[in-house]
């Protein structure tokens, strides 16, 4: 049974790049990272007929079942393996399938609100907030719901401005307060390859104290390692 050393929440508006950057800093150890999206744990609207699905806002914070999230992280933290939803964005609800997860030396945890509940936050050992511009996060939004996940481009402007934008601006920014580190414009090499090293460390059970002081200074040195290499 493996018991998770460090739990990472990666949180950012949408568009901001939190995929890639859980990505990027797990690639280094392979099996030994679990990724946890968020975007699975949104409440369960099968009693809804799809109309009534689609004008849900599922940037606010309600849309998502936290009580599930905190009872699944905290059975990986304890070295059960958990039954994980999935989720279908065309039809704005969950499937009947789950996938089974088992704990990892490693657990990332992203979503836009990665960084939002207290207890969940509570759980993570190191806490991420990716900053992108906002005009890059729209370009992208745009590309992931119309090519990716089959929806129609006036349907996905008009949701950026009446549900995505305000619910940013009022509920995910805020929650970079919480931050121990703020990954600059998206995957950021020299963030990306402290983090690497960090998770390297940890699975080597060789990490020191980690310090949001420390990494600053070195986010300042500059100095980094090609992220391709």
């Not at 990505?23 to 099996?31: A, C």
């Not at 689609?54 to 998502?64: L, R, T």
């Not at 936050?121 to 990716?130: A, G, K, P, S, T």
């Not at 090499?189 to 020191?208: C, K, P, Q």
Request: net charge negative; glycine share 6%.
């Amino acid at each position: 049974m493996t018991t998770p050393s460090l739990v990472i929440g990666i949180a950012g508006g949408t568009g901001a790049g939190k995929t890639t950057v859980a990505r990027l800093v797990g690639r280094s150890v392979g099996d030994a990272v679990t990724r946890i999206p968020l975007d699975n744990y949104y409440e369960d609207l099968s009693h809804l007929p799809f109309e009534e699905r689609e004008a849900v806002n599922y940037d606010h914070p309600s849309a998502f079942e936290w009580g599930l999230v905190r009872d699944q992280l905290s059975s990986l933290l304890d070295g059960s393996p958990i039954e994980m939803p999935t989720y279908d964005f065309a039809v704005h609800n969950r499937t009947a399938e789950t996938t089974r997860v088992e704990p990892t030396d490693i657990v990332i945890i992203e979503g836009i609100f990665a960084l939002y509940d207290d207890a969940v936050r509570e759980l993570c050992d190191l806490r991420l907030y990716v900053e992108t511009d906002a005009d890059v996060r729209i370009l992208r939004r745009i590309e992931r719901d119309v090519i990716d996940r089959g929806r129609d481009l006036e349907g996905v402007i008009d949701q950026y401005l009446s549900t995505v934008k305000p619910m940013h601006e009022q509920f995910v920014e805020p929650t970079k307060t919480h931050a121990d580190l703020i990954v600059p414009e998206g995957a950021n090499s020299v963030a990306v390859n402290l983090l690497e090293e960090r998770i390297r460390a940890e699975v080597a059970g060789t990490a020191d104290d980690w310090t949001r002081e420390s990494v600053e200074a070195a986010l300042d040195d500059g100095v980094a390692i090609d992220p391709d290499g």
